[in-house]
């Protein structure tokens, strides 16, 4: 399993950007993928997640902000972000759940949002 993150980068306040993770090691069957992010000094947390049936989590800082989708078939996972905020800069992880619990992550992606 390889989990490589794309679409990160710098973007000013109120903007959008949209990240991309997709498995490009086997065809693992991920029973939820996801999102969490590590900003300098703090732990990780969880952003987003989907389940393999569609059902969606957020942290309640990115709820109407941030959307997260799904190509299950292709174990590709999205987030779209907008309206971003300096508190959302922080590296961002992908993250494949299989149903027995393990995990699986990608090496990670910086967003920056500053002006």
């Known amino acids: 399993v390889q989990l490589v993150e794309s679409g990160g980068g710098l973007v000013q306040p109120g903007g959008s950007l949209r990240l991309s993770c997709a498995d490009s090691g086997s065809n693992f069957a991920f029973y939820v993928m996801g999102w969490y992010r590590q900003a300098p000094e703090k732990q990780r947390e969880l952003v987003a997640t989907?389940?393999?049936?569609?059902?969606?989590g957020y942290a309640d800082s990115v709820k109407g902000r941030f959307t997260i989708s799904r190509d299950s078939a292709k174990n590709t996972v999205y987030l779209q972000m907008d309206i971003l905020k300096p508190e959302d800069t922080a590296v961002y992880y992908c993250?494949?759940?299989?149903?027995?619990?393990?995990?699986?992550w990608g090496q990670g992606i910086q967003v920056t949002v500053s002006s």
């Open positions: 989907k389940t393999v049936d569609g059902r969606t």
């Open positions: 993250n494949g759940r299989t149903v027995t619990a393990q995990d699986y």
